[in-house]
């Protein structure tokens, strides 16, 4: 059931004054979203609904086990005393059953090649899993959790269907954002209020996350996909289709985002902010605080800061960086795309660590339009290095991957051949609106800044999105890209 | 932790009477009401391909069907010459006869049904219906739903969803936009606007329009392109039957056979005189198609005509032969071989049908 669906539209139709209704009244409000939400996930397959009540009662119980209510039962306090075991056990089940999914054919595979790299062949073990889809949200969502409750940051959730709800909440349930316990439980836990302020400043989220969708990122698909599909492709059409694909990207998943956000807000309820204009970032440290905001602090406080982040030393901490990106770029999927795209970030993220005196030093030398123009250049060479790694993440493999880079590097053709007829304006056409937008944006702080302009100019963009829809919407049901990972 | 940057006065404001919102709609209307006051031949946007179905939609809704229109796949879309059949029509019937090739690429016998039940449920119905068929028409392994949706009623859709369980799911968000598209025409002529955009930045000239009885695009483009020009040869021909092919068998469906059953009780309950023509393929195809196929496919559809009481009109009684130079491909008549196939259809089947109907 995607965001962009009728079907949605009708199902949405039906939760949201059922929920408003509801609003006062905690648990039945909380028992009819549960509900909606494991329908709406059953609609894509209800086979996979059982692997995400594994995850809510391996961590509601971890949960429970690590914070137990006092007075305890003598067992119950010495099982609790136990507690790297415990997290230990939610670990291995969450990331078993991920890495069964999303892994097992991706390695197995690579064990075969590696085993005929040593004159060893034997078939590839592979089970053609279907990935369940949000799988990589909802575990890490339900990790997080799990470490929280070990870290002593949140209390343990008491009410099982409230713990259910967090993990499963409909508007973020198969692509994110990745919430924190201590924001949405509680949120979760209380009554809400749904208002007429909620519902319009909600409605202007879906409707804005719902153009960047069908309009911007489905149009910008088509010349994307005709480049990708494309046997041998110009260098000009390759560079095109980078610049396209790293707007369509993030049309579609901040498109995403901000539906979700709009959706619970309706709802009453507010989840993170997951991008926030990272192609203004100047730097690629800046741009990974602005893109995917909830995995990139998720890798942060769960990985890269155990592993040792900036306390342990040089080296410690290059190693903690690059294996951090390269998980990162994994959690995407299994593919050498997905790791190559780690590594590249890794390295560029480490190429930025050694520059940084050297930048301080300019930085500090210089006036404040030194500074300007050097965060200027450091906005256009950071996208362009963003840009370049979107090669990695698109291609479809290794042979393909190396294919472009070769058309993009060695053959500098200028022909478009490759293109579409329409790519230009379509890039063009994107790019201006993105720009538009983000820059009005950026002078907001957010897209609520739309509610201090007049009512005449308001009424202007309403009419222009709700045309722009009309005419230019692809309104052939694409799914959103990150629902694969 | 991520910050939520909304400000509560910036969602104060957001709480307040939806002024701008109302103001949007009445702009939005006044957009509507512009498009209405268009001249619908203007505001359809043809192109070959999945678009000829919508087009064939709206022109059928919007404007309505010509006196004679012709159904069935782009073969049959190829092989008249709309402008050449009407002129010839009104020549020996001494009246003007309009003509609109209605047939879509690809059309399958179940999709020419959904393009026959559309026209036919319009205030302006056609009288007379030619429907080209060729063996593709049967070709397939079941019937197939997607572009037949274009054409469905939510009514429609709902009898489909009951009598093919499971297959017509996906077919329900086509469904509900072409409801939409009935109710606006600032929807429903969405695909010109984008036409109109990519005609003024790329300096293309608009498209012909067959169904308003213009010459095809490829007609009008390529009028003389025959086979040798187009370099068909054996091999793309093998690899073009051999996508078609199933375990070595050109796959004729039954379901098939029904929807054409269909399609012909549809046009006499409706009240509209239709005649099904066998299209000519190049002696190309014909080689590397399975032996026999064709006869047995064109005698299923005899079958089917003589059942239904409706006359099949097989290339033998035309007297045409079409040899190499009529065809722009293995399986499409070029204008040439368009011209004479139209002549001789109106010569020795319209002609008499229409002096006698009027």
């Given at each position: 059931?995607?965001?962009?669906?009728?079907?949605?539209?009708?199902?949405?139709?039906?939760?949201?004054?059922?929920?408003?209704?509801?609003?006062?009244?905690?648990?039945?409000?909380?028992?009819?979203?549960?509900?909606?939400?494991?329908?709406?996930?059953?609609?894509?397959?209800?086979?996979?609904?059982?692997?995400?009540?594994?995850?809510?009662?391996?961590d509601?119980?971890c949960g429970?086990l690590l914070d137990?209510?006092?007075?305890?039962?003598?067992?119950?306090?010495?099982?609790a005393?136990?507690r790297k075991f415990l997290l230990a056990s939610s670990l291995?089940?969450?990331?078993?059953?991920?890495?069964?999914?999303?892994?097992?054919?991706?390695?197995?595979?690579?064990?075969?090649?590696?085993?005929?790299?040593?004159?060893?062949?034997?078939?590839?073990?592979?089970?053609?899993?279907?990935?369940?889809?949000?799988?990589?949200?909802?575990?890490?969502?339900?990790l997080s959790y799990s470490i929280d409750v070990y870290r002593g940051q949140v209390?343990a959730?008491?009410?099982?269907?409230?713990?259910?709800?967090?993990?499963?909440?409909?508007?973020?349930?198969?692509?994110?954002?990745?919430?924190?316990?201590?924001?949405?439980?509680?949120?979760?836990?209380?009554?809400?209020?749904?208002?007429?302020?909620?519902?319009?400043?909600?409605?202007?989220?879906?409707?804005?996350?719902?153009?960047?969708?069908?309009?911007?990122?489905?149009?910008?698909?088509?010349?994307?996909?005709?480049?990708?599909?494309?046997?041998?492709?110009?260098?000009?059409?390759?560079?095109?289709?980078?610049?396209?694909?790293?707007?369509?990207?993030?049309?579609?998943?901040?498109?995403?985002?901000?539906?979700?956000?709009?959706?619970?807000?309706?709802?009453?309820?507010?989840?993170?902010?997951?991008?926030?204009?990272?192609?203004?970032?100047?730097?690629?440290?800046?741009?990974?605080?602005?893109?995917?905001?909830?995995?990139?602090?998720?890798?942060?406080?769960y990985?890269?800061?155990p592993?040792?982040?900036?306390?342990?030393?040089?080296?410690?901490?290059?190693?903690?960086?690059?294996?951090?990106?390269?998980?990162?770029?994994?959690?995407?999927?299994?593919?050498?795309?997905?790791?190559?795209?780690?590594?590249?970030?890794?390295?560029?993220?480490?190429?930025?660590?050694?520059?940084?005196?050297?930048?301080?030093?300019?930085?500090?030398?210089?006036?404040?339009?030194?500074?300007?123009?050097?965060?200027?250049?450091?906005?256009?060479?950071?996208?362009?290095?963003?840009?370049?790694?979107?090669?990695?993440?698109?291609?479809?493999?290794?042979?393909?991957?190396?294919?472009?880079?070769?058309?993009?590097?060695?053959?500098?053709?200028?022909?478009?051949?490759?293109?579409?007829?329409?790519?230009?304006?379509?890039?063009?056409?994107?790019?201006?609106?993105?720009?538009?937008?983000?820059?009005?944006?950026?002078?907001?702080?957010?897209?609520?800044?739309?509610?201090?302009?007049?009512?005449?100019?308001?009424?202007?963009?309403?009419?222009?999105?709700?045309?722009?829809?009309?005419?230019?919407?692809?309104?052939?049901?694409?799914?959103?890209?990150?629902?694969?990972? | 932790?991520?910050?939520?940057?909304?400000?509560?006065?910036?969602?104060?404001?957001?709480?307040?009477?939806?002024?701008?919102?109302?103001?949007?709609?009445?702009?939005?209307?006044?957009?509507?009401?512009?498009?209405?006051?268009?001249?619908?031949?203007?505001?359809?946007?043809?192109?070959?391909?999945?678009?000829?179905?919508?087009?064939?939609?709206?022109?059928?809704?919007?404007?309505?069907?010509?006196?004679?229109?012709?159904?069935?796949?782009?073969?049959?879309?190829?092989?008249?010459?709309?402008?050449?059949?009407?002129?010839?029509?009104?020549?020996?019937?001494?009246?003007?006869?309009?003509?609109?090739?209605?047939?879509?690429?690809?059309?399958?016998?179940?999709?020419?049904?959904?393009?026959?039940?559309?026209?036919?449920?319009?205030?302006?119905?056609?009288?007379?219906?030619?429907?080209?068929?060729?063996?593709?028409?049967?070709?397939?392994?079941?019937?197939?739903?997607?572009?037949?949706?274009?054409?469905?009623?939510?009514?429609?859709?709902?009898?489909?969803?009951?009598?093919?369980?499971?297959?017509?799911?996906?077919?329900?968000?086509?469904?509900?936009?072409?409801?939409?598209?009935?109710?606006?025409?600032?929807?429903?002529?969405?695909?010109?606007?984008?036409?109109?955009?990519?005609?003024?930045?790329?300096?293309?000239?608009?498209?012909?329009?067959?169904?308003?009885?213009?010459?095809?695009?490829?007609?009008?483009?390529?009028?003389?392109?025959?086979?040798?020009?187009?370099?068909?040869?054996?091999?793309?021909?093998?690899?073009?039957?051999?996508?078609?092919?199933?375990?070595?068998?050109?796959?004729?469906?039954?379901?098939?056979?029904?929807?054409?059953?269909?399609?012909?009780?549809?046009?006499?309950?409706?009240?509209?005189?239709?005649?099904?023509?066998?299209?000519?393929?190049?002696?190309?195809?014909?080689?590397?198609?399975?032996?026999?196929?064709?006869?047995?496919?064109?005698?299923?559809?005899?079958?089917?005509?003589?059942?239904?009481?409706?006359?099949?009109?097989?290339?033998?009684?035309?007297?045409?032969?079409?040899?190499?130079?009529?065809?722009?491909?293995?399986?499409?008549?070029?204008?040439?071989?368009?011209?004479?196939?139209?002549?001789?259809?109106?010569?020795?089947?319209?002609?008499?049908?229409?002096?006698?109907?009027?």
């Amino acid at each position: 059931m995607l965001f962009n669906s009728f079907l949605f539209a009708g199902f949405f139709a039906l939760v949201l004054p059922l929920a408003a209704m509801l609003a006062g009244r905690v648990r039945v409000r909380n028992e009819l979203l549960l509900v909606a939400s494991y329908v709406f996930y059953a609609c894509w397959d209800w086979r996979f609904l059982g692997l995400i009540w594994i995850s809510t009662a391996v961590d509601y119980a971890c949960g429970r086990l690590l914070d137990p209510p006092e007075p305890a039962p003598a067992w119950l306090t010495r099982l609790a005393r136990r507690r790297k075991f415990l997290l230990a056990s939610s670990l291995v089940i969450n990331l078993g059953l991920l890495g069964f999914f999303k892994y097992f054919d991706f390695f197995a595979a690579g064990a075969a090649a590696g085993l005929k790299a040593l004159g060893l062949t034997v078939d590839p073990w592979s089970l053609g899993l279907v990935l369940p889809v949000g799988i990589s949200f909802y575990t890490f969502q339900s990790l997080s959790y799990s470490i929280d409750v070990y870290r002593g940051q949140v209390r343990a959730e008491r009410d099982p269907l409230t713990f259910a709800l967090f993990v499963a909440f409909f508007p973020q349930l198969v692509a994110g954002p990745i919430e924190r316990a201590a924001r949405l439980l509680p949120q979760l836990a209380a009554a809400t209020r749904v208002s007429w302020t909620r519902l319009t400043s909600g409605a202007w989220l879906i409707g804005w996350g719902l153009i960047k969708k069908v309009v911007l990122a489905d149009n910008l698909a088509r010349v994307v996909d005709a480049v990708f599909s494309s046997h041998d492709p110009s260098a000009g059409a390759v560079l095109v289709a980078v610049y396209a694909f790293a707007m369509q990207i993030y049309c579609d998943f901040s498109g995403y985002s901000n539906m979700a956000r709009g959706l619970a807000r309706c709802l009453g309820f507010e989840i993170m902010v997951n991008f926030r204009l990272p192609f203004f970032a100047a730097n690629p440290r800046e741009f990974w605080r602005r893109w995917h905001i909830s995995l990139s602090s998720w890798l942060r406080d769960y990985l890269y800061i155990p592993l040792g982040g900036n306390r342990r030393g040089h080296w410690r901490n290059r190693l903690a960086l690059l294996l951090t990106m390269v998980l990162g770029g994994l959690w995407h999927g299994a593919g050498f795309g997905f790791l190559l795209w780690g590594v590249y970030h890794g390295l560029v993220l480490l190429a930025q660590r050694g520059l940084a005196p050297l930048m301080t030093g300019v930085r500090k030398q210089g006036g404040r339009l030194a500074q300007a123009c050097l965060r200027l250049v450091g906005i256009g060479l950071t996208f362009h290095l963003v840009c370049f790694g979107w090669l990695f993440f698109r291609a479809r493999d290794l042979d393909q991957l190396l294919r472009l880079l070769g058309n993009l590097l060695v053959d500098g053709s200028e022909t478009l051949s490759g293109l579409a007829p329409m790519a230009g304006p379509v890039v063009l056409a994107s790019a201006a609106v993105l720009l538009l937008v983000q820059l009005a944006q950026a002078a907001w702080d957010d897209l609520e800044g739309i509610w201090r302009l007049p009512t005449a100019v308001r009424a202007l963009i309403y009419t222009t999105m709700m045309l722009g829809f009309i005419w230019f919407g692809e309104f052939s049901g694409e799914p959103f890209i990150y629902f694969q990972f | 932790m991520s910050r939520s940057s909304t400000s509560n006065s910036d969602l104060a404001r957001a709480g307040g009477p939806p002024r701008a919102l109302l103001l949007a709609l009445v702009l939005l209307g006044a957009v509507e009401l512009g498009f209405r006051l268009a001249d619908p031949r203007e505001m359809i946007a043809y192109e070959l391909g999945e678009q000829e179905y919508h087009a064939v939609k709206l022109w059928a809704e919007r404007i309505g069907s010509p006196e004679l229109a012709v159904i069935g796949s782009s073969r049959a879309r190829e092989a008249i010459d709309a402008p050449a059949l009407a002129e010839r029509l009104g020549a020996r019937l001494g009246r003007r006869v309009s003509v609109g090739n209605f047939a879509c690429a690809g059309g399958t016998a179940e999709e020419s049904q959904a393009v026959l039940d559309h026209l036919l449920r319009q205030p302006v119905r056609p009288a007379q219906v030619v429907y080209g068929v060729t063996l593709r028409q049967l070709w397939g392994q079941g019937l197939e739903f997607s572009r037949a949706a274009i054409f469905w009623r939510l009514a429609d859709w709902w009898r489909a969803y009951d009598a093919y369980v499971g297959r017509v799911d996906a077919s329900l968000p086509t469904v509900l936009r072409g409801g939409l598209e009935r109710i606006s025409a600032a929807f429903a002529y969405r695909r010109r606007v984008r036409q109109v955009l990519a005609e003024w930045l790329l300096g293309l000239p608009r498209r012909p329009t067959p169904l308003a009885g213009q010459a095809t695009e490829w007609q009008q483009r390529v009028p003389d392109l025959s086979l040798l020009g187009e370099r068909i040869d054996d091999r793309r021909v093998a690899w073009y039957v051999g996508r078609l092919l199933r375990g070595g068998r050109y796959p004729l469906d039954p379901d098939k056979v029904e929807a054409l059953r269909r399609t012909l009780r549809a046009a006499r309950g409706g009240g509209v005189e239709l005649v099904v023509v066998e299209l000519p393929l190049a002696a190309i195809l014909l080689r590397h198609l399975p032996a026999g196929v064709v006869e047995q496919a064109m005698d299923q559809i005899a079958a089917v005509c003589a059942q239904e009481g409706v006359r099949f009109v097989r290339l033998t009684e035309l007297g045409q032969r079409f040899e190499d130079a009529d065809f722009l491909d293995q399986s499409h008549l070029n204008r040439r071989g368009a011209g004479r196939l139209s002549m001789a259809l109106a010569d020795r089947v319209l002609v008499p049908r229409m002096a006698t109907s009027r």
